[in-house]
């Protein structure tokens, strides 16, 4: 059974620093892509980072550009998602979803979903 996990969320204070973790179960996370969104409350769900199945090919919101790096571990079948300089409007629920096409993922048209992780900046 595929399954996604997320940890790592919290409450930080503007520019701080988080990582978040996502683990893998049912499949391997090196021959799919996979990517980060965030909900943030009375908003609809975006796209935060994508990470193309090559391990190369990278996307990220221009919002968090230089400052939020996407990863990933094949031995431990982990995506993370290392956020620094947090702000306030990085507020909301962060979730890993899994696609076989890139175009589908960056639409957030993914077939599989964690079920989130929440991630506070306030001071």
């Known amino acids: 059974q595929w399954q996604l996990v997320e940890s790592g969320g919290g409450v930080v204070q503007p520019g701080g620093s988080l990582r978040l973790s996502c683990l893998a179960s049912?499949?391997?996370?090196?021959?799919?892509?996979i990517g980060w969104f965030r909900q943030a409350p009375g908003k609809e769900r975006e796209g935060v980072s994508c990470l193309g199945s090559s391990g190369v090919r990278t996307w990220y919101a221009e919002s968090v550009k230089v400052r939020f790096t996407i990863s990933r571990d094949h031995a431990k079948n982990t995506l993370y998602l290392q956020m620094n300089n947090l702000r306030p409007n990085d507020t909301g629920t962060y979730y890993c979803?899994?696609?076989?096409?890139?175009?589908?993922?960056?639409?957030?048209?993914?077939?599989?979903w964690g079920r989130g992780t929440q991630v506070t900046v306030s001071s």
């Open positions: 979803a899994e696609e076989s096409g890139w175009s589908r993922l960056m639409r957030g048209e993914c077939r599989h």
């Open positions: 049912g499949f391997t996370v090196d021959f799919f892509h």
